[in-house]
């Protein structure tokens, strides 16, 4: 098994920056992927970002490239996700997950974090 905690959430107002981390523990040699996901009210939960532990690659959603950038710490346990240039449409509650997806890094997930809010005012 492996417990995911993430951290950073908060309200900022739109344009302002924000970072979450993601702290991986237990069997993580077991996952080869981390990534994040947003749900808002009313609206499935949707892909963010996600990166590849062994070799840093990183794919995005459309609506978050160029604005967001995923990162992991050199012991690969940990996973960040620095948002910059917000908007109130990144408002949602953000979920760190881990697994082995296919679909380029979009599949399923096996764990799941328990949440961080982001609210974005305007």
């Known amino acids: 098994q492996v417990q995911l905690v993430e951290s950073g959430g908060g309200l900022v107002q739109a344009g302002a920056s924000l970072r979450l981390s993601c702290a991986a523990s237990?069997?993580?040699?077991?996952?080869?992927?981390m990534g994040w996901f947003r749900q808002a009210p009313g609206k499935e939960r949707e892909f963010v970002a996600a990166?590849?532990?062994?070799?840093?690659?990183?794919v995005y959603a459309d609506s978050v490239k160029g604005r967001f950038t995923i990162s992991r710490d050199n012991a690969k346990t940990t996973v960040y996700l620095q948002m910059n240039s917000l908007k109130p449409e990144d408002t949602a509650a953000y979920y760190c997950?881990?697994?082995?997806?296919?679909?380029?890094?979009?599949?399923?997930?096996?764990?799941w974090g328990q949440g961080t809010q982001v609210t974005v005012s305007s």
């Open positions: 997950a881990a697994g082995n997806p296919t679909a380029a890094m979009r599949g399923r997930y096996d764990y």
């Open positions: 237990g069997r993580t040699s077991i996952v080869n992927t």
């Open positions: 990166i590849r532990r062994r070799d840093g690659t990183t």
